[in-house]
Every structure is written in C-alpha cells, then in structure tokens.
C-alpha cells in the first residue's frame, strides 16, 4: 500500500490506485489516469518531508513500500517506449535497486534483506547526445572511441518513491594510445542537445514529476539516512537518486590499466581539475611487488601534501597504515617551535 502523498500527487481514488498497483511492476507514478496529475506540482517542504518518512532511521516505510513491489520489466519497457517515442538517440534505463534485494525479494527470501543497505530507490536515464550514433556500445570505452573518442551523455534520475527528478551532462573521453579516462561536466551546449534535454523533461513534468535543482537536492538534514549515511545527515540528492553518485562538477582524468615499472612496482595516477580545466591536485599510487601500497597527494604546483602507506605485514600485524599531511604537520611543527620561542 502506498502513502497518502502517493494518491494526492496522482489524483487517484482507491479502486484506482489497485488498479495501478496491480498493472505495473514497480510501484511508481502515472502509468494511469495520467490527464488528473498534469500540472500538479508538489512543494519543496513536501518533499522534504516525505523524504524524512521515507528515509529517516526508522525504515519501516521503505520496507513496506519496496515489498509491495513486483518485478516482472513493465515499466522498465514502458519508460523504454516513452523515450524512444521523443528521441532516437541511445539510451539505457536503469532501476537502481540492489540487485541482490529485488533476486531475495523475488525467491521470498525477504529476511535476508538488510534494510541499511538496499542500494538507490531511483531510476537513470543515460541518453547519448552524440549525432549519429545507432546505440550505447558499452556505455564505456566502445562508446567513446565510435564518438571519436568522446561521448556526450545526459543523464536524467527520478525518484521511485517522491515525483522529482533532477540531471547531470557529462563528457567522457578515453585514449587507448594514452591510457586514460577523463569525465568532466558539459559547459557548452548544441542547439539540438538542448533540445533533447527539453524534450526530455517536458516529458517527465508530463507525467507529474516535478524537477529539483542542484542547489535544492545537495541540502543536508541530521535525520535523513541512507546505505552510506548510516549516521544521518544524508543529502537530498542522496536518499532521493543516489548516494554513490553525483552531479559532476570538476573534470577527473586517470590512466585505464596500471603501469608497470622497471623495478615490478604497479603504479597508477589520478588528476582533478577545475570545470575549466585547471590542475588541482594529482595523486600518484604505487604497489609493490613485497606487497606495500604507497600513496603520494601533490598540488597544483607540484608540491607533495600528503603521504600514505599500508604495510603488508610488520610484526605478525597485517595492513597497518601510515599517513603524513605535509601542511598539517608543518603547522604543528611551527607551533611548537614559536611557543618554545615566546618561553625563552
């Protein structure tokens, strides 16, 4: 059985609100009776609170809802066919349900469900904005190099259980001959891509969905959990669509393979940017061939600001770590030296 909110935002009556249970697989918004939530938009202090009955510590009610669902791809076709009907581009739909959760629930082996750790109660839409591109390859390296080495992708996320939806555009690039990735936020857009982007979200507002902002979703409330805010203060945009995502903001470019050196060390790195393209920091990554893994954290100019180690193995005590923050330790180190300074 769904909350009241449910109903309210789709306009629905009892019978039809079976009726709707009984004809989709996943409990959703506006499969039915579509024409009576059409401009219906719901408050931010609506979503709000229900985001804190649906995920604050007590997860009762994301229980009852998630078990109330069936899986059988009904509306994973029909969101199918309502975007294939807007636009030709590729695209892949996603329900971001654990998969373990939906195969327990599934065999009835809902006991085995830890309710701390169900995964996203969201959907993504990944749309290739790419001119002629017939499909998504792998949605990874494949698509990049038939984008002639960079695929643009929008990429569209809806609640499952509040009528909201937000979306992020990104680039990714990928060099076989280089050996790297590197994603970073889309800054100029085409005319047609705006277009498929409001094509898009008329469809969804169509629908009842209303759209939140990255201002509004990245808020913070104490009594909001999620799988990785086990503690509370989860984000909006966490409990809402994803909290191992998240709007990209900055471009990140990092070698694909390990490279090995002379002396049978792996060695791999990572560079982040700002949205226009200036170094912040590199971090460089090492693994021994003893065994040792050796972490070095660099500047914009090249300066070292941090140092980690994890020892195999010292005295019988296996994965013993180590950190040194340059800068931090410094400050330290001067303030003992003036205090010293200021006693003589």
Known sequence: MLSSFHVLCRGQDAASEARYCRSTNVSGYF???LQTSLNRQVKKSEIIKQAKYYFGKNRSSIKKLVLSYEF????YRRWKNEIGSIIPNPNEI???????VILWIKDNKANEIDWNWIGDLS???DIV?????????DWDKKLALNCNGTARVLSVSFSEVIPCFTYDCYYMTYSKKENYYEFGPILNWTLEEKNILRQVKSLLIRKGFQYVDKQFSEKKFKD?????????NASLYDVLFSDITFYTTEIKRFCDKDIIEKSGNKFRWTELYTR???LKERTESRWTSGGDYFKVVLDKNGYITEV???RKEIERKKHQQFRLDILDSFKKRKKIADREKNSR
């Open 31 to 33: 499969w039915d009776d």
């Open 276 to 278: 226009n393209g200036v």
């Open 308 to 310: 980690s180690v994890t």
């Open 94 to 100: 996603k329900f971001n349900l654990s998969d373990d």
């Open 72 to 75: 059988k791809g009904k509306n």
């Open 224 to 232: 909001l959990y999620s799988d990785t805010n086990s503690n509370g």
């Open 123 to 125: 959907w993504t839409i």
């Open 129 to 137: 904005l790419n001119p002629n591109i017939e499909k998504g390859y």
